[in-house]
């Protein structure tokens, strides 16, 4: 019969991609996981990873084995998380994830409730991808995300909407040729404001942007400093909408969206923690 101890780091290594994150994430030395994964590979007879200078590659065999593994392992996880604590939430510390600009706006006064319940909470901002493959990991217990994960293991739910918006200050409204408009982006290739122009407009933004910065906050302070138009989240600025600090530009019945997901692990999502996090997220979320 297999160690359960060597199947668990099987599944981190697989998960990790290195064997010196899967060390990090056991609590145990590196040269522990060669050995431990060396045994397995040993009593299985086959090889699992191809070592190379970046990392190691899972054979075929490898990504069967895992797949097979995700969800049992991870529901013995969680019930090994469970034993001998607590059924209040209270005392423990929830790991959280997600992108800079809504956790701050949305996500953290949503928890105000959980925090004074005595939750610590501790954050990751960052991309959904680094995100959900940190909550794979076990690194992190809750991921706000725009992807909606695909893997074994996790679980995920619609959060809310983000409703976009073609703002700018008063002062530059009404913009009498769209066309010539100074753009502000997030990047230099436009996602954001070159979603809005198709999906409205039909067409794509006919220039290049005069500001570039990957951060909607920044965006909007240029924007309400009367820089040019951008696109951004109605989340973000419904109060600047409502006190005049920006104006819509072009409203329209039909409005892009960007559906956001609230994804945890299957196996440790109704821990007490987690699942009161969880509650008042898709609570609040309604009215995002």
Do not use: K
């Not at 510390?93 to 909470?121: D, Y």
């Not at 909407?161 to 997030?186: Q, T, W």
């Not at 951060?215 to 696109?231: P, S």
């Amino acid at each position: 019969m297999v160690s359960l101890d060597l199947l668990h780091t099987f599944l981190a290594v697989h998960r990790a991609g290195t064997l010196t994150r899967a060390a990090e994430l056991l609590g145990v030395a590196q040269p522990t996981v060669t050995a431990q994964l060396r045994a397995l590979e040993t009593e299985l007879g086959h090889p699992l990873f191809v070592r190379g200078p970046r990392g190691v590659t899972p054979t075929a065999a490898a990504d069967d084995l895992a797949r097979r593994l995700d969800g049992p392992m991870d529901a013995l996880a969680g019930v090994a998380v469970g034993l001998g604590e607590p059924a209040e939430p209270g005392g423990r510390t929830l790991h959280l994830g997600g992108p800079a600009e809504l956790t701050s706006a949305r996500v953290l006064p949503a928890l105000a409730g959980t925090i004074a319940a005595g939750v610590a909470v501790r954050v990751r901002l960052g991309l959904a991808d680094d995100l959900l493959a940190e909550l794979g990991q076990g690194r992190l217990d809750l991921v706000v995300s725009a992807v909606r994960p695909r893997r074994a293991g996790l679980h995920a739910e619609p959060l809310c909407d983000e409703e976009f918006a073609l703002v700018a200050a008063p002062e530059v409204v009404p913009v009498p040729d769209l066309r010539r408009a100074p753009l502000l982006a997030y990047a230099e290739e436009l996602p954001i404001v070159r979603r809005w122009w198709r999906h409205v407009l039909g067409q794509p933004p006919p220039r290049r942007a005069v500001l570039v910065v990957p951060d909607l906050r920044a965006l909007r302070a240029a924007a309400i400093a009367g820089i040019g138009v951008t696109v951004l989240p109605r989340y973000l600025v419904a109060d600047d909408l409502a006190t005049g600090a920006l104006t819509e530009v072009l409203t329209t019945a039909d409005p892009p969206i960007n559906t956001l997901y609230l994804a945890t692990r299957a196996a440790t999502r109704d821990a007490p923690h987690i699942a009161m996090a969880r509650a008042a997220l898709l609570r609040e979320g309604r009215h995002w």
